[in-house]
Each structure stands twice: as C-alpha cells, then as structure tokens.
C-alpha cells in the first residue's frame, strides 16, 4: 500500500492550498484517515482525522480554516487549507489505516508535502 500526498507549495498568508492523498496497493477497505503536519524543530502534530463514515474531527489550531474530506471511490484524502497562515508552514503527511485484501488492517503514511505560508 502507498500514500501520495500532492498539492503542497508557497502561498502567501491568507490564501488557499488543497492537498490531495492518493492510496494504491492492495486495498480492501480504508478506515480512518489522517492529516498530520511537522514544523521544523516541532514535534509532529494531528491536524484533522476522518472516519470511514466521514465524521470529521480537528485541532483547535485549523478548526475554521482546514476542512478534511474524502472520495472512497478513488482512495484519495483532501485537506483544503483556507486562511493560512505562518504558522501553518510545515511537512504535510497523510496517514491511514488500511485494510489490505489479505485482510490484515495496518497503518501507513505518505512521504510528506512541503507547505510554506510567507508573511
């Protein structure tokens, strides 16, 4: 199973980024879905989760601003970033627990997306 994370790059504050997730492998199911973010010399943080029903859980921090959703047709994740800020620089990554056609649930994560919110 592989996670690629898209859509990263430079805005500047007050714009708008959309991240894009894309599973592939040998996928049965996907249960719940995860943005985390790190910022240098930070530790890594959850910044929203989704569930297989699509319930919707976020940080205090991007409530507002980021919305988390998902296409269980195309095993993709999205996180539209409104608002952004300086603050929102970070590595982006996607994570998800998976369940593979062998039928074994693991969880897995993407390589990351540099997102930079200038002043």
């Known amino acids: 199973v592989q996670l690629v994370e898209s859509g990263g790059g430079l805005v500047q504050a007050g714009g708008s980024l959309r991240l894009s997730c894309a599973a592939s492998?040998?996928?049965?199911?996907?249960?719940?879905m995860r943005w985390y973010r790190q910022a240098p010399g930070k530790q890594r943080e959850l910044v929203a989760t989704i569930t297989s029903g699509s319930n919707t859980n976020y940080a205090d921090s991007v409530k507002g601003r980021f919305t988390i959703s998902r296409d269980n047709a195309k095993n993709t994740l999205y996180l539209q970033m409104n608002s952004l800020k300086p603050e929102d620089t970070a590595v982006y990554y996607c994570n998800a627990d998976v369940t593979t056609m062998v039928l074994r649930t693991s969880n897995y994560w993407g390589q990351g997306t540099q997102v930079t919110v200038s002043s």
């Open positions: 492998g040998s996928i049965y199911s996907i249960n719940a």
